[in-house]
């Protein structure tokens, strides 16, 4: 099945600087890379998402980028905002496997 | 519309019971799957299924059981708990393809004395 392994497990930055995540999968096949952020106690909620025939998407604040060569996919968050704290993870198809999380943390 | 909807939000267990968490969607999706997150954990894939009739291993199968007789409901079966299976434990749903939209179940949070 896919591997999936997310970096860093913990990020801490300001209110107002940007914040990346990144993600490297295993299996070349896969062509779908969703960003999920889960609030305490609460379902992961998708976010924002890129699938293989693009290298770039954005959506307001976030914007996610993908490598297919590499095998990478990041998330960026501009002007972070504490509502923005919670832990984010990033997964790919096919059976939809996820990295193990981070936890952003975006002091005021 | 109740999207995907789990049974019971909570329950307590003891050491070798068995019991079976509900699972259920309203969209007509084809593919579901059961995730366990541990506390402070990612989310790792149990088992999964692409249509009626047909279910497939992932990561931590071992313990639990699954079976798809509709294209709503997705149960997970614990077999014999153990405490190594307290976790909390999300249903998720999707259409058809690999690139479609995964929606989560609000989770049911699952201790084993």
């Known amino acids: 099945g896919e591997n999936v392994e997310q970096h860093p497990s913990t990020l801490s930055v300001q209110e107002g600087d940007s914040a990346v995540i990144k993600c490297t999968y295993s299996d070349s096949a896969s062509n779908y890379f969703p960003w999920y952020k889960q609030e305490l106690g609460k379902r992961p909620q998708l976010i924002i998402d890129i699938r293989s025939n693009v290298g770039e998407k954005k959506d307001q604040r976030i914007a996610v980028t993908l490598n297919k060569t590499a095998k990478h996919f990041s998330l960026h968050i501009t002007e972070t905002q504490p509502e923005d704290s919670a832990v984010y993870f990033c997964a790919a198809s096919g059976d939809m496997r996820f990295g193990a999380g981070t936890r952003l943390t975006v002091k005021p | 519309n109740a999207g995907v909807t789990q049974t019971p939000k909570f329950q307590v267990l003891k050491t070798g019971q068995s019991m079976t968490l509900q699972c259920a969607q309203d969209m007509n999706h084809e593919y579901m799957s059961w995730y366990r997150q541990d506390p402070g954990m990612g989310l790792r894939l149990i088992h999964y299924s692409v249509g009626a009739g047909i279910t497939d291993q992932g990561e931590v199968p071992n313990g639990y059981n699954v079976s798809r007789s509709t294209t709503e409901d997705f149960p997970l079966r614990l077999l014999s708990a153990a405490p190594s299976q307290t976790s909390v434990y999300f249903c998720?749903?999707?259409?058809?393809?690999?690139?479609?939209?995964?929606?989560f179940g609000p989770g049911t949070r699952l201790t084993v004395l």
């Open positions: 998720a749903s999707r259409q058809t393809g690999p690139t479609d939209t995964q929606y």
